[in-house]
């Protein structure tokens, strides 16, 4: 059962529900711990002064904005208290815009926003209305002393919240010099059309869960592999040629072929998903072949 981490109300004008937040997303990145090479003993991070080299206590530990090398403003705790935003247990949508108005690249970090009790009528009646109307909802909320700028977003059942960056933290395009390159260039009609073909060739609907990480299924299958005493054998590196870059007419018309054959291709069963590494048991100093820990993220 998921864990809600933040709950209280939603307004619209003069309308309040009553509403859970819970996280949309779970990070599935493989983590590892630093080892001593010789025993594999854990590695313990100290803080240490750079001048001294003595350990540092935490309690003399301070906050510190670099302005020059070695030349810092220290900023203590109690001056950070008195400017962190006002805690509120409120998410008051302050406008409704077009969904088509806000650049995807603004999108940050996902939540499902759920009704509490006693919600769940106006609820519906929210997700409904912005569903027809085609409006997302702009608010802010205050989560773990920060203050986000976010978008409320009906999609089915549920209403999604993403908070979004700042303007001021997306980087301009007009700072990267190949992009002005690129646009002075106009693409020859032929090569256009081919181009639109191609796309056309490889159109599909979009299904997430064709795409796996393979990289990560890789790394487990290795970790479960090393944890059941397989000797690992590495692969020499084979280096391969530069191709010359081909004739951009030539290639388009080589990829439209290839797209074209694959699609009238018969289709291939799918194969059988290889089964998911089981997590290898701990062992506190792992010998050669030793078992490796499989962690989710917090």
């Keep these: 059962m998921a864990r809600a981490l933040w709950s209280g109300t939603l307004t619209f004008g003069l309308v309040t529900i009553p509403v859970k937040l819970y996280p949309a997303v779970q990070r599935r990145t493989v983590r590892f711990n630093q080892l001593d090479g010789e025993d594999h003993s854990r590695i313990q991070q100290r803080r240490v002064n750079a001048r001294t080299g003595e350990e540092v206590p935490y309690e003399r530990l301070v906050k510190g904005y670099e302005l020059t090398p070695d030349r810092y403003v ?158 690992i054998e590495i692969p020499a590196a084979v280096e391969t040629a530069a191709s010359p870059v081909p004739d951009l007419m030539s290639a388009l018309k080589a990829s439209l072929d290839a797209a074209r054959e694959k699609s009238s291709a018969p289709a291939a069963k799918p194969k059988a998903r290889k089964a998911q590494a089981k997590k290898p048991a701990a062992a506190r100093k792992p010998a050669a072949g030793a078992a490796a820990k499989r962690r989710a993220p917090s």
């Design 74 to 231: 220290v900023i203590t705790p109690e001056e950070l208290e008195s400017l962190d935003p006002k805690r509120s247990r409120t998410i008051e949508i302050e406008d409704f815009v077009d969904v088509a108005e806000i650049d995807p690249i603004l999108y940050d970090a996902p939540y499902y926003v759920a009704p509490a009790e006693g919600g769940a009528k106006p609820y519906r009646l929210l997700l409904d209305a912005m569903a027809q109307t085609g409006r997302v909802g702009i608010a802010r909320i205050v989560l773990r002393t920060k203050e986000h700028v976010v978008a409320l977003r009906p999609t089915g059942p549920v209403l999604e919240m993403s908070t979004l960056l700042f303007a001021d933290e997306v980087v301009d395009p007009a700072k990267i010099e190949e992009l002005g390159a690129a646009a002075e260039i106009e693409p020859v009609k032929r090569e256009l059309d081919i181009a639109k073909q191609l796309i056309g060739s490889l159109a599909a609907e979009f299904d997430p869960s064709r795409y796996r990480d393979e990289y990560r299924e890789r790394i487990l299958d290795l970790i479960e592999r090393k944890a059941q005493g397989e000797q």
